[in-house]
């Protein structure tokens, strides 16, 4: 899981002022990065990142970010019990988010 990145994204003017986010790339993280102006993204390991999901920080539960472009199959693997699993769809989630965001942006998407 080596190739994966990390962080813990700060945020205290959002309802979950704490998330965990996963990256396959340098260039999805830096494009949710300059998307969230005002967010402190912290690089963590995965076994931090795991056991924020699990155990939460400071007494709150940390939920991990962005899973609406996880299909529905992929949804019910998410479980801090195979974080490997986890970790891997949260960044292919993050992936698609980001490929899809860059595709409006030049145009190729319509809604």
Do not use: C
């Not at 056991?51 to 609406?68: H, S």
């Not at 989630?93 to 809604?111: D, T």
């Amino acid at each position: 899981m080596s190739e994966l990145q990390f962080y813990i994204r700060h945020q205290t003017n959002f309802l979950q002022n704490k998330f965990i986010l996963v990256f396959k790339s340098d260039q999805a993280r830096k494009y949710f990065q300059n998307t969230l102006p005002g967010s402190h993204f912290e690089k963590v390991s995965s076994e931090i990142a795991e056991n924020a999901a699990r155990i939460g920080i400071d007494g709150k539960t940390v939920p991990y970010g962005y899973t609406l472009k996880l299909t529905k199959d992929e949804m019910t693997q998410l479980s801090t019990a195979n974080w490997e699993v986890t970790a891997r769809l949260l960044a292919e989630g993050n992936e698609r988010l980001y490929r899809q965001a860059k595709q409006k942006q030049a145009g190729g998407m319509k809604e």
